[in-house]
């Protein structure tokens, strides 16, 4: 950030002007807060500026400075966005602040900054917007991929089997690519989390499939490279087990666990056959090969197979460098 003037006023509040419209007021507000007073406003008051947070995001400004308090954090960060008398322009700011506390240890006021990030949040949004383009028109190249695949084999039913099954993967790969797609919700999660992959990759099998995730593995974060990778994973196993396992009809149940080690995330994809009697192939087929290799290339490691009688179960480690994003 280029300064272009640096000044105080008769309290002693110092403000910063940068090129571009950018800049920052620091505030040094003392607590307790007045009865009934509107901690956001009070926060730019003590920093000698004009506007008011938008009434809707109070709730957060008020939440961060309590948990502040209730967890005697350091410095808090929370963005929110500002009005200004007669101008209907958004502008947004980050407020940054830590509490100064007595002696005791007892919060005697919030010390912190306003900073402006207009710039950079319309920034934001414009690069968010043409990533949704883009993964929407990605998914639209899949569907048309699909479609002229089933179009081009039609009449052939080796070719037709073969289409279908390409088109699943097809199918898998635009699921993981819609659910990577930024949200338009400016309060949704910025990232992709493993329970909302997971959840999503085995809604189609509700009926004859559970999901069991431990509670601090379902809100690791998933970077795109590892989700690509897990729904063409999944998408085989699923495909295998609707044709010759658990998920054929009547054949059985299937349970996916998805369990903390120290790391990383074991994955676990156990079939239970109502009639045991699954036996190894012979052969591997190109489904196999194909999730074997993604499995090496993605996460280090190909997946441990083990052909019980009952029916399979494949594990996959999935490193937790290779799993979350960087």
């Known amino acids: 950030m280029e300064i272009l003037a640096l000044s105080a006023n008769d309290d002693g509040v110092t403000t910063m002007a940068s090129r571009g419209g950018g800049g920052f007021a ?6 307790p807060l007045p009865a ?28 961060a400075l309590a948990a502040a308090i209730a967890q005697g954090c350091g410095w808090t960060e929370v963005e929110h966005r500002l009005r200004l008398a007669g101008n209907d322009t958004e502008q947004w700011l980050l407020t940054r602040f830590v509490l100064r506390r007595d002696g005791a240890g007892r919060p005697v006021a919030v010390t912190g900054l306003h900073l402006d990030i207009t710039a950079r949040h319309r920034d934001t949004l ?31 039913p080796e070719a037709e089997l073969q289409a279908q099954e390409l088109g699943g993967r097809l199918a898998a790969l635009s699921l993981a690519y819609r659910l990577l797609e930024p949200s338009a919700d400016p309060d949704a999660p910025r990232e992709l989390r493993l329970g909302a992959l997971l959840g999503e ?22 970077s795109e490279r590892a989700a690509t990778g897990l729904a063409l994973i999944l998408h085989e196993l699923a495909s295998n087990a609707a044709k010759h396992g658990a ?29 045991p009697g699954l036996r190894e192939p012979v052969a591997a087929g190109f489904g196999s090969m194909l999730f074997d290799r ?24 999935l490193p937790l460098e290779q799993l979350v994003p960087a």
């Open 294 to 317: 993604l499995s090496a290339d993605l996460f280090g490691a190909p997946m441990q197979r083990h052909w019980r009688p009952d029916g399979l179960q494949v594990e996959l480690l």
């Open 247 to 275: 998920l054929a009809p009547g054949r059985g149940r299937l349970r996916l666990e998805a369990l903390a080690r120290p790391g990383a995330v074991l994955l676990r994809w156990h079939e239970s056959l109502a009639v």
């Open 26 to 31: 620091t505030f040094d507000l003392p607590l």
């Open 36 to 63: 009934g007073a509107r901690l956001g406003a009070l926060l730019l008051a003590a920093a000698g500026h004009a506007g008011i947070p938008d009434p809707a995001d109070e709730p957060r400004i008020v939440a």
């Open 126 to 156: 414009l690069a968010e917007l043409v990533s949704r383009e883009l993964a929407h028109r990605m998914r639209n190249v899949f569907a048309v991929v699909a479609s002229i695949l089933r179009l081009s084999l039609r009449g052939t």
């Open 201 to 222: 990759l085995m809604a189609p099998f509700e009926g004859g499939a559970t999901l069991h995730m431990d509670a601090d593995v379902a809100d690791l974060a998933v």
